[in-house]
């Protein structure tokens, strides 16, 4: 069994930006990873995966709801995920959640190997 931690959520205004983590007990370098986040009422959403890559910063792909204003890093030192949250909207409002692995951007895919999640709320 894998343990995924996620923190560094919290409340900002719209336009404002938030970084959060996902500490891992496995190493980096042999897995993807992949954030996802589920919004109140609303079923989850994956949003951005890193691929194992020949670089250490790996291959990053996102959902088009985040791309350009979310940035997906690790530090495999640290054993620990990261996402960069820039220009944060209302509608970014949701439980974000890293993930084990990337198997594409159907959310049901990723039920098994993730955190417990970090509450994100974006209002003015």
């Known amino acids: 069994e894998v343990r995924l931690v996620e923190s560094g959520g919290g409340t900002v205004q719209p336009g404002g930006s938030l970084t959060l983590s996902c500490v891992v007990d496995?190493?980096?370098?042999?897995?993807?990873m992949s954030w996802l986040r589920q919004a109140p009422g609303k079923g989850p959403e994956w949003i951005s995966a890193?691929?194992?890559?020949?670089?250490?910063?790996?291959?990053?792909y996102y959902a088009p709801s985040v791309k350009g204003r979310f940035t997906i890093s690790r530090d495999i030192a640290k054993s620990t995920l990261y996402l960069q949250m820039d220009d944060l909207k209302p509608e970014d409002t949701a439980l974000y959640y890293c993930?084990?692995?990337?198997?594409?951007?159907?959310?049901?895919?990723?039920?098994?190997?993730r955190g417990q999640g970090t509450q994100v709320t974006v209002s003015a």
């Open positions: 993930a084990k692995g990337y198997r594409g951007q159907d959310p049901t895919y990723y039920t098994v190997d």
């Open positions: 496995f190493p980096l370098t042999t897995t993807d």
């Open positions: 890193i691929k194992l890559g020949e670089r250490s910063t790996g291959i990053s």
